[in-house]
């Protein structure tokens, strides 16, 4: 199917319409689209008031807290575990940013284009590359430490996939997001009652909005405090968006399990644009516990290959020479689609990672981490090699946005894996995520800064104050009719707990790795046959059910998407279009949800493309009375 095809009768349930490919910049509009649809709560029982909140506390997101903090913003962070159980806290590896001295920005950005396989925002990238080396430092001055050379005392470099220079910085070896969270919880925490307050144990709901279409705050549900059903609203004129990825859409992932693509969902019902979700990044050697392991998987650090480590078959062969110029150290997408060719060749369900001839020492010092994962599971590195397989890893699409975060929905930003700014294109080079959260974080909230207070604080100048306390309110009083819920918009069917596993099952099977038409129209018509089960007898609401709302979602849009990308690219790798295709889609699919015409029960996936790999401008925000003019 190219672009422009009208696809035949449907499969799903919603429908799906096509919007004609234009040309690449949609029209502004008279008015921001409606919400469509709502996760069926309990009215809230209490109210917080501030100038900002931001959903999620990984690296994007406390950054983006920290920098509003200091630009006099009364910010609020609500975030589903603990403030250090993001995905941040997961990331081995390390940072990506040109801070060597063989190194430059340029060279930088020429291993993100070539990995994003002709996908990349150009301007996102260039970004990203020339403020990630002074971001990093800032992030260091706050209090983040590195691993440092013995000899120079510089920050320690070392190489991954994809990377032609050692520019990854890491520390304690293999827990670089572990000291990033740590030393960002720890600023957050000081700033406690002077600026920030923090909402823990809360999984946000739904987008507050006014009759004006702008943002207006959050629903969010505060789990283990007060009433069973602890639903409760954060109003603010500004959302932050950086809840993480999704991969807990499939069985394995090295994901936490708060990965329950909570933010795409949350800005789809909201009418937000997402786009290229169907580019999912499998990391090719996550430690393989069997066939039907389940759930979060250990990660073996791309890190290990960058130190010298060979992938190799059951027979000790080295599968990857020839595959790539830089073999093991080839582009995440290409060595997780060599794996995955080698195993189907085989028969076998894994292949190995050797390592054995690093020695106990390297192990012990460089990769500590791993080294315990592997023994806990009866593995020692040391003298035999590491099982490994592909698992579900990192969304390189997700809430479409500018260069300033700011979503189609005005008020609305997004920010690390929720968001898509056109950085990572059809897959993303290893290490870059953690800069991305860090750079565009830093984006979010300078445009924030730079509103006048009446727009950030939707209060007259000289009324915003130091954070307030948590307080009960009154359910009727809690969300007045300038801030409910659009009364137009259609309550989501909710799907019982236990058919969060069984839609794992169906994403895992018919949209992992390898995909084709066959396996995609079958997941779709199943994932259509859960949503249909649940409109005669929806499920209660409460935490399982509104994950599994989540997880349904957006797993409907990515099978939708990759059904329509007819061609290989990236991490979407399709066997019955095992070509690149250029013509028909270098391009970017961008998709909304939009209320059914037929139906006022359901809702419908409206699809266009843009004619260019960079993105059409952030059109709501141009009916947005707060934008400030761009940057020449």
Same mark, same amino acid.
């Given at each position: 199917?190219?672009?422009?095809?009208?696809?035949?009768?449907?499969?799903?349930?919603? &429908?799906?319409?096509?919007?004609?490919?234009?040309?690449?910049?949609?029209?502004?509009?008279?008015?921001?689209?409606?919400?469509?649809?709502?996760?069926?709560?309990?009215?809230?029982?209490?109210?917080?008031?501030?100038?900002?909140?931001?959903?999620?506390?990984?690296?994007?997101?406390?950054?983006? =807290?920290? *920098?509003?903090?200091?630009?006099?913003?009364?910010?609020?962070?609500?975030?589903?575990?603990?403030?250090?159980?993001?995905?941040?806290?997961?990331?081995?590896?390390?940072?990506?940013?040109?801070?060597?001295?063989?190194?430059?920005?340029?060279?930088?950005?020429?291993?993100?284009?070539?990995?994003? /396989?002709?996908?990349?925002?150009?301007?996102?990238?260039?970004? +990203?590359?020339?403020?990630?080396?002074?971001?990093?430092?800032?992030?260091?001055?706050?209090?983040?430490?590195?691993?440092?050379?013995?000899?120079?005392?510089?920050?320690?470099?070392?190489?991954?996939?994809?990377?032609?220079?050692?520019?990854?910085?890491?520390?304690?070896?293999?827990?670089?997001?572990?000291?990033?969270?740590?030393?960002?919880?720890?600023? @957050?925490?000081?700033?406690?009652?002077?600026?920030?307050?923090?909402?823990?144990?809360?999984?946000?709901?739904?987008?507050? &909005?006014?009759?004006?279409?702008?943002?207006?705050?959050?629903?969010?549900?505060?789990?283990?405090?007060?009433?069973?059903?602890?639903?409760?609203? #954060?109003?603010?004129?500004?959302?932050?968006?950086?809840?993480?990825?999704?991969?807990?859409?499939?069985?394995?992932?090295?994901?936490?399990?708060?990965?329950?693509?909570?933010?795409?969902?949350?800005?789809?019902?909201?009418?937000?644009? #997402?786009?290229?979700?169907?580019?999912?990044?499998?990391?090719?050697?996550?430690?393989?516990?069997?066939?039907?392991?389940?759930?979060?998987?250990?990660?073996? $650090?791309?890190?290990?290959?960058?130190?010298?480590?060979?992938?190799?078959?059951?027979?000790?062969?080295?599968?990857?020479?020839?595959?790539?110029?830089?073999?093991?150290?080839?582009?995440?997408?290409?060595?997780?689609?060599?794996?995955?060719?080698?195993?189907?060749?085989?028969?076998?369900?894994?292949?190995?990672?050797?390592?054995?001839?690093?020695?106990?020492?390297?192990?012990?010092? *460089?990769?500590?981490?791993?080294?315990?994962?592997?023994?806990?599971?009866?593995?020692?590195?040391?003298?035999?090699?590491?099982?490994?397989?592909?698992?579900?890893?990192?969304?390189?699409?997700?809430?479409?946005?500018?260069?300033?975060?700011?979503?189609?929905?005005?008020?609305?930003?997004?920010?690390?894996?929720?968001?898509?700014?056109? @950085?990572?294109?059809?897959?993303?080079?290893?290490?870059?995520?953690?800069?991305?959260? +860090? @750079?565009?974080?830093?984006?979010?909230?300078?445009?924030?800064?730079?509103?006048?207070?009446?727009?950030?604080?939707?209060?007259?100048?000289?009324? $915003?104050?130091?954070?307030?306390?948590?307080?009960?309110?009154?359910?009727?009083?809690?969300?007045? $009719?300038?801030?409910?819920?659009? $009364?137009?918009?259609? /309550?989501?069917?909710?799907?019982?707990?236990?058919?969060? &596993?069984?839609?794992?099952?169906?994403?895992?099977?018919?949209?992992?790795?390898?995909?084709?038409?066959?396996?995609?129209?079958?997941?779709?018509?199943?994932?259509?046959?859960?949503? =249909?089960?649940?409109?005669?007898?929806?499920?209660?609401?409460?935490?399982?059910?509104?994950?599994?709302?989540?997880?349904?979602?957006?797993?409907?849009?990515?099978?939708?998407?990759?059904?329509?990308?007819?061609?290989?690219?990236?991490?979407?790798?399709?066997?019955?279009?095992?070509?690149?295709?250029?013509?028909?889609?270098?391009?970017?699919?961008?998709?909304?949800?939009?209320?059914?015409?037929?139906?006022?029960?359901?809702? &419908?996936?409206?699809?266009?493309?843009?004619?260019?790999? =960079?993105?059409?401008?952030?059109?709501?925000?141009?009916?947005?009375?707060?934008?400030?003019?761009?940057?020449?």
């Amino acid at each position: 199917m190219t672009p422009d095809d009208t696809p035949d009768a449907e499969t799903e349930t919603p &429908t799906e319409t096509e919007i004609p490919t234009g040309t690449g910049r949609a029209p502004a509009p008279t008015a921001p689209a409606p919400r469509v649809t709502n996760l069926p709560a309990p009215a809230p029982g209490w109210t917080l008031d501030a100038d900002v909140v931001v959903v999620g506390s990984g690296v994007a997101g406390l950054t983006t =807290a920290l *920098r509003c903090a200091a630009a006099g913003r009364r910010t609020v962070v609500v975030t589903k575990a603990r403030l250090d159980d993001g995905s941040t806290r997961w990331a081995q590896g390390g940072i990506a940013a040109a801070l060597g001295e063989d190194d430059t920005p340029e060279q930088h950005e020429a291993d993100t284009l070539v990995a994003g /396989v002709g996908l990349c925002a150009d301007d996102a990238v260039r970004a +990203l590359v020339t403020e990630g080396p002074a971001a990093v430092h800032r992030l260091i001055a706050s209090g983040a430490r590195f691993d440092t050379s013995p000899r120079t005392g510089t920050v320690a470099l070392t190489r991954e996939g994809g990377h032609h220079r050692r520019r990854i910085a890491h520390a304690g070896g293999d827990a670089t997001g572990a000291e990033i969270s740590r030393a960002l919880v720890e600023a @957050v925490r000081a700033q406690q009652g002077q600026g920030i307050r923090t909402v823990e144990n809360a999984l946000v709901l739904d987008l507050l &909005t006014g009759p004006d279409g702008r943002t207006r705050g959050v629903t969010l549900h505060v789990m283990g405090e007060g009433q069973h059903d602890g639903v409760g609203a #954060v109003h603010a004129p500004a959302v932050v968006l950086a809840t993480g990825g999704m991969g807990q859409v499939f069985s394995a992932t090295t994901n936490p399990a708060v990965s329950t693509g909570d933010g795409v969902a949350l800005a789809l019902r909201a009418g937000a644009e #997402v786009s290229d979700l169907e580019f999912v990044q499998f990391h090719p050697t996550v430690l393989f516990l069997g066939p039907d392991a389940e759930g979060q998987q250990p990660l073996i $650090s791309e890190a290990i290959r960058g130190e010298g480590a060979h992938l190799v078959d059951a027979d000790g062969e080295r599968f990857m020479l020839g595959q790539h110029e830089l073999a093991e150290l080839a582009p995440r997408d290409i060595v997780a689609k060599a794996i995955t060719r080698r195993m189907r060749e085989q028969g076998t369900t894994h292949m190995y990672l050797d390592a054995r001839h690093f020695g106990a020492p390297m192990w012990e010092q *460089r990769f500590p981490t791993i080294l315990a994962a592997c023994r806990a599971h009866g593995i020692d590195p040391v003298t035999e090699p590491i099982p490994v397989a592909p698992a579900a890893h990192y969304a390189s699409g997700g809430v479409r946005t500018d260069l300033h975060g700011r979503t189609t929905v005005p008020g609305l930003y997004a920010c690390g894996e929720t968001a898509c700014t056109g @950085v990572h294109g059809a897959n993303r080079l290893a290490s870059n995520s953690l800069l991305e959260g +860090l @750079v565009f974080a830093e984006h979010i909230a300078e445009h924030i800064s730079e509103l006048s207070t009446e727009q950030a604080t939707g209060q007259p100048t000289g009324q $915003s104050g130091p954070a307030p306390a948590l307080s009960p309110a009154d359910s009727a009083d809690s969300a007045d $009719s300038a801030d409910s819920a659009d $009364s137009a918009a259609t /309550v989501t069917p909710l799907l019982p707990p236990a058919a969060r &596993t069984a839609l794992q099952r169906i994403m895992t099977h018919g949209a992992g790795v390898l995909r084709s038409e066959e396996s995609l129209t079958q997941a779709a018509a199943q994932l259509a046959a859960l949503h =249909a089960d649940t409109e005669d007898k929806p499920a209660e609401p409460g935490v399982d059910t509104w994950e599994t709302a989540n997880l349904q979602l957006v797993a409907r849009v990515l099978v939708a998407a990759a059904i329509r990308r007819t061609e290989t690219r990236g991490c979407h790798w399709r066997e019955d279009h095992p070509e690149r295709d250029d013509a028909a889609w270098r391009r970017h699919l961008v998709i909304t949800l939009r209320p059914d015409q037929q139906s006022p029960t359901l809702d &419908t996936l409206a699809f266009r493309t843009t004619d260019a790999t =960079a993105f059409p401008p952030v059109t709501a925000a141009a009916a947005d009375p707060a934008a400030r003019k761009e940057k020449s």
